[in-house]
Protein backbone atom coordinates (compact mmCIF):
# COMPACT_ATOMS: atom_id res chain seq x y z
CA UNK A 1 0.00 0.00 0.00
CA UNK A 2 1.58 3.69 -1.05
CA UNK A 3 -0.60 5.24 1.98
CA UNK A 4 -2.54 8.56 1.33
CA UNK A 5 -2.50 10.09 -1.34
CA UNK A 6 -3.70 13.68 -2.63
CA UNK A 7 -4.22 15.53 -6.00
CA UNK A 8 -3.21 18.10 -6.66
CA UNK A 9 -0.09 18.68 -4.62
CA UNK A 10 -0.32 22.30 -5.14
CA UNK A 11 -3.41 24.69 -7.01
CA UNK A 12 -3.60 27.94 -8.11
CA UNK A 13 -6.64 29.40 -8.53
CA UNK A 14 -8.58 32.78 -9.11
CA UNK A 15 -10.54 34.10 -6.91
CA UNK A 16 -14.52 33.16 -7.62
CA UNK A 17 -13.48 30.10 -8.99
CA UNK A 18 -14.30 26.36 -7.94
CA UNK A 19 -11.64 24.09 -7.12
CA UNK A 20 -11.75 20.13 -6.69
CA UNK A 21 -9.21 17.67 -4.49
CA UNK A 22 -9.20 14.25 -4.56
CA UNK A 23 -8.07 11.75 -1.62
CA UNK A 24 -7.54 8.01 -1.91
CA UNK A 25 -6.98 6.73 1.40
CA UNK A 26 -5.27 3.25 2.51
CA UNK A 27 -7.84 0.74 0.97
CA UNK A 28 -8.78 -1.21 4.29
CA UNK A 29 -9.35 2.37 6.62
CA UNK A 30 -12.70 2.87 6.67
CA UNK A 31 -12.74 5.92 8.18
CA UNK A 32 -11.52 9.13 5.86
CA UNK A 33 -10.65 13.01 7.12
CA UNK A 34 -10.34 16.23 5.78
CA UNK A 35 -8.65 18.80 7.76
CA UNK A 36 -7.47 22.42 7.03
CA UNK A 37 -4.22 23.62 7.93
CA UNK A 38 -3.25 27.50 8.23
CA UNK A 39 0.40 29.04 8.54
CA UNK A 40 1.57 28.56 12.34
CA UNK A 41 -1.55 26.64 13.19
CA UNK A 42 -2.84 22.95 13.87
CA UNK A 43 -5.04 21.03 11.38
CA UNK A 44 -8.36 22.36 11.87
CA UNK A 45 -11.25 19.55 11.80
CA UNK A 46 -13.83 19.79 8.64
CA UNK A 47 -15.36 16.85 7.81
CA UNK A 48 -15.26 12.75 8.18
CA UNK A 49 -16.45 9.67 6.47
CA UNK A 50 -17.23 5.77 7.55
CA UNK A 51 -17.38 3.87 4.60
CA UNK A 52 -19.62 6.32 2.28
CA UNK A 53 -21.41 8.13 5.15
CA UNK A 54 -20.75 11.49 6.03
CA UNK A 55 -21.37 11.58 9.88
CA UNK A 56 -19.95 15.09 10.83
CA UNK A 57 -19.51 18.67 9.45
CA UNK A 58 -17.59 20.94 11.20
CA UNK A 59 -19.26 24.53 11.41
CA UNK A 60 -16.07 26.07 9.08
CA UNK A 61 -17.40 23.64 6.55
CA UNK A 62 -19.40 26.54 4.71
CA UNK A 63 -22.33 26.06 2.20
CA UNK A 64 -19.77 26.63 -0.54
CA UNK A 65 -17.73 23.18 0.67
CA UNK A 66 -18.68 20.13 0.04
CA UNK A 67 -17.26 16.52 0.07
CA UNK A 68 -18.08 12.81 -1.44
CA UNK A 69 -16.96 9.34 -1.12
CA UNK A 70 -19.24 7.97 -3.43
CA UNK A 71 -18.17 4.36 -2.71
CA UNK A 72 -16.42 4.13 0.64
CA UNK A 73 -13.20 4.83 -1.36
CA UNK A 74 -11.63 7.87 -2.46
CA UNK A 75 -13.05 10.85 -1.49
CA UNK A 76 -13.49 14.36 -3.58
CA UNK A 77 -13.86 17.97 -1.46
CA UNK A 78 -14.66 20.73 -3.53
CA UNK A 79 -14.67 24.52 -2.88
CA UNK A 80 -17.15 26.95 -4.85
CA UNK A 81 -16.69 30.37 -5.65
CA UNK A 82 -13.23 30.66 -3.81
CA UNK A 83 -12.23 33.17 -1.87
CA UNK A 84 -8.47 34.34 -0.70
CA UNK A 85 -9.77 33.02 3.08
CA UNK A 86 -10.04 29.70 1.43
CA UNK A 87 -5.74 30.21 0.77
CA UNK A 88 -4.56 26.62 3.33
CA UNK A 89 -3.35 23.22 3.17
CA UNK A 90 -6.04 20.81 3.11
CA UNK A 91 -5.07 17.72 4.48
CA UNK A 92 -7.38 14.22 4.16
CA UNK A 93 -6.16 11.31 6.89
CA UNK A 94 -7.33 7.99 6.73
CA UNK A 95 -7.93 5.62 9.70
CA UNK A 96 -9.47 2.10 11.09
CA UNK A 97 -12.47 2.38 13.33
CA UNK A 98 -10.22 1.38 16.86
CA UNK A 99 -10.22 3.30 19.79
CA UNK A 100 -6.41 5.09 19.98
CA UNK A 101 -6.22 4.14 16.01
CA UNK A 102 -3.42 6.97 14.75
CA UNK A 103 -4.35 8.53 11.46
CA UNK A 104 -2.56 8.38 8.74
CA UNK A 105 -2.12 11.45 6.27
CA UNK A 106 -1.46 12.47 3.12
CA UNK A 107 1.12 15.84 2.15
CA UNK A 108 -2.03 17.86 1.04
CA UNK A 109 -2.92 20.15 -1.34
CA UNK A 110 -2.00 23.53 -0.98
CA UNK A 111 -4.26 26.06 -2.11
CA UNK A 112 -3.47 29.83 -3.29
CA UNK A 113 -6.59 31.86 -4.03
CA UNK A 114 -5.27 35.01 -5.66
CA UNK B 1 -15.54 21.18 24.19
CA UNK B 2 -12.28 19.81 23.85
CA UNK B 3 -9.36 21.70 23.26
CA UNK B 4 -5.45 20.90 23.13
CA UNK B 5 -2.60 23.16 24.18
CA UNK B 6 0.87 23.15 23.62
CA UNK B 7 3.80 24.82 25.04
CA UNK B 8 4.78 28.46 22.90
CA UNK B 9 7.49 27.89 20.88
CA UNK B 10 9.36 28.14 18.61
CA UNK B 11 12.15 26.19 20.29
CA UNK B 12 16.10 26.19 19.46
CA UNK B 13 18.26 23.46 21.07
CA UNK B 14 21.75 22.51 19.97
CA UNK B 15 22.57 18.94 19.37
CA UNK B 16 22.06 16.46 22.09
CA UNK B 17 20.28 19.04 24.39
CA UNK B 18 17.29 17.36 26.50
CA UNK B 19 13.98 18.25 25.27
CA UNK B 20 10.50 18.46 26.59
CA UNK B 21 7.67 20.12 24.55
CA UNK B 22 4.83 20.77 27.04
CA UNK B 23 1.36 19.56 26.32
CA UNK B 24 -2.31 19.69 28.05
CA UNK B 25 -5.78 18.89 27.04
CA UNK B 26 -9.10 19.49 27.94
CA UNK B 27 -11.43 16.70 27.29
CA UNK B 28 -15.32 15.83 27.98
CA UNK B 29 -14.89 12.30 27.86
CA UNK B 30 -11.64 9.81 28.21
CA UNK B 31 -9.43 10.74 24.95
CA UNK B 32 -6.97 9.02 23.04
CA UNK B 33 -3.30 11.24 23.06
CA UNK B 34 -1.45 11.64 20.17
CA UNK B 35 2.04 13.25 19.19
CA UNK B 36 2.42 13.97 15.28
CA UNK B 37 5.61 15.61 13.81
CA UNK B 38 6.00 17.26 10.17
CA UNK B 39 9.47 17.37 8.81
CA UNK B 40 9.87 19.97 6.25
CA UNK B 41 7.31 19.89 2.86
CA UNK B 42 5.79 16.51 4.24
CA UNK B 43 2.72 15.60 5.72
CA UNK B 44 2.06 14.76 9.15
CA UNK B 45 3.24 11.40 10.53
CA UNK B 46 2.05 9.80 13.67
CA UNK B 47 4.95 9.98 16.32
CA UNK B 48 3.20 7.99 19.40
CA UNK B 49 0.28 7.37 21.13
CA UNK B 50 -1.37 6.23 24.49
CA UNK B 51 -4.83 5.03 24.86
CA UNK B 52 -5.07 4.98 28.66
CA UNK B 53 -4.02 6.92 31.85
CA UNK B 54 -0.17 5.74 32.87
CA UNK B 55 0.34 4.61 29.34
CA UNK B 56 3.73 5.77 27.92
CA UNK B 57 4.11 5.77 24.12
CA UNK B 58 7.41 6.06 22.85
CA UNK B 59 9.34 5.97 19.52
CA UNK B 60 12.45 7.28 18.14
CA UNK B 61 13.89 7.80 21.52
CA UNK B 62 10.71 10.04 21.94
CA UNK B 63 8.50 9.40 24.87
CA UNK B 64 5.20 11.13 26.53
CA UNK B 65 3.12 9.43 29.54
CA UNK B 66 -0.71 10.09 29.90
CA UNK B 67 -1.01 11.84 33.36
CA UNK B 68 -4.84 12.16 33.79
CA UNK B 69 -4.26 13.60 37.02
CA UNK B 70 -3.21 16.88 35.64
CA UNK B 71 -4.42 16.19 32.13
CA UNK B 72 -1.07 16.40 30.42
CA UNK B 73 0.71 14.39 27.69
CA UNK B 74 4.58 16.08 27.67
CA UNK B 75 6.38 15.37 24.93
CA UNK B 76 10.20 14.38 25.65
CA UNK B 77 13.96 13.43 24.35
CA UNK B 78 17.07 12.66 26.04
CA UNK B 79 19.39 13.67 23.26
CA UNK B 80 18.20 15.43 19.91
CA UNK B 81 19.31 14.99 16.83
CA UNK B 82 19.60 17.79 13.84
CA UNK B 83 17.31 15.24 12.06
CA UNK B 84 14.75 16.04 14.72
CA UNK B 85 14.38 19.54 13.17
CA UNK B 86 10.32 19.93 12.73
CA UNK B 87 6.64 20.72 13.97
CA UNK B 88 5.73 18.72 16.73
CA UNK B 89 1.28 18.73 17.58
CA UNK B 90 -0.01 17.49 20.39
CA UNK B 91 -3.53 15.81 19.62
CA UNK B 92 -6.37 13.81 21.48
CA UNK B 93 -8.96 11.92 19.82
CA UNK B 94 -12.71 11.22 21.40
CA UNK B 95 -13.70 7.88 22.51
CA UNK B 96 -17.42 8.21 22.09
CA UNK B 97 -20.60 9.72 20.40
CA UNK B 98 -20.52 10.88 16.62
CA UNK B 99 -16.98 12.49 17.39
CA UNK B 100 -15.46 9.66 18.14
CA UNK B 101 -12.19 9.13 16.62
CA UNK B 102 -11.92 12.57 15.45
CA UNK B 103 -8.81 14.25 16.08
CA UNK B 104 -8.44 17.83 18.10
CA UNK B 105 -4.92 19.33 17.53
CA UNK B 106 -2.44 21.69 19.12
CA UNK B 107 -1.35 24.83 17.42
CA UNK B 108 2.36 22.99 17.14
CA UNK B 109 5.42 23.56 18.29
CA UNK B 110 8.37 24.31 16.12
CA UNK B 111 12.10 22.67 16.77
CA UNK B 112 14.89 23.78 15.32
CA UNK B 113 18.37 21.77 16.28
CA UNK B 114 21.03 23.23 15.90
CA UNK B 115 24.85 21.62 15.02
Known amino acids: DTGVSQDPRHKITKRGQNVTFRCDPISEHNRLYWYRQTLGQGPEFLTY????????KSRLLSDRFSAERPKGSFSTLEIQRTEQGDSAMYLC????????????FGSGTRLTVV | GNSVTQMEGPVTLSEEAFLTINCTYT??????LFWYVQYPGEGLQLLLKATKADDKGSNKGFEATYRKETTSFHLEKGSVQVSDSAVYFC??????????????FGQGTILTVHP
Open chain 2, 27 to 32: ATGYPS
Open chain 2, 91 to 104: ALSDRGGTSYGKLT
Open chain 1, 49 to 56: FQNEAQLE
Open chain 1, 93 to 104: ASSLEQVGYGYT
